[in-house]
């Protein structure tokens, strides 16, 4: 998966919506990315708008199957991990009766 942007977003969800496929995504370092994507690991961060280098990467993956299955499975822990919605909710929900529970007289 090869996600690039012209905006610096805040956080890139689509690429930890392609991890949860298993794919290794390749990603220029602008916003929110380093946030999730570690570099080598479950994909590559490009310094920004380094064309040449990303299009290197991309071809890397592309021609070194077991390395992209590699980084695709390191991004699904990843994401499983730190990203999963159940979990997510389950925060939320002890966020919210802590702070209900402070306010009660």
Same mark, same amino acid.
């Given at each position: 998966?090869?996600?690039?942007?012209?905006?610096?977003?805040?956080i890139a969800?689509i690429?930890?919506?392609?991890?949860?496929?298993? =794919?290794?995504?390749?990603?220029?370092? $602008? /916003?929110?990315?380093?946030?999730?994507?570690?570099?080598?690991?479950? %994909? *590559?961060?490009?310094?920004?708008?380094?064309?040449?280098?990303?299009?290197?990467?991309?071809?890397?993956?592309?021609?070194?199957?077991? =390395?992209?299955?590699?980084?695709?499975? $390191? /991004?699904?822990?990843?994401?499983?991990?730190?990203?999963?919605?159940? %979990? *997510?909710?389950?925060?939320?929900?002890?966020?919210?009766?802590?702070?209900?529970?402070?306010?009660?007289p």
């Amino acid at each position: 998966m090869a996600l690039s942007s012209l905006w610096p977003e805040p956080i890139a969800t689509i690429g930890l919506e392609v991890m949860r496929y298993a =794919l290794p995504v390749v990603a220029f370092d $602008a /916003g929110g990315i380093k946030d999730w994507l570690i570099d080598g690991q479950n %994909g *590559y961060r490009v310094r920004w708008m380094d064309r040449d280098a990303y299009a290197a990467r991309v071809e890397e993956l592309l021609n070194n199957k077991p =390395l992209a299955k590699q980084m695709g499975e $390191a /991004g699904l822990k990843l994401v499983s991990e730190r990203y999963d919605f159940e %979990g *997510y909710i389950g925060d939320l929900e002890k966020m919210f009766a802590t702070v209900a529970a402070e306010k009660r007289p």
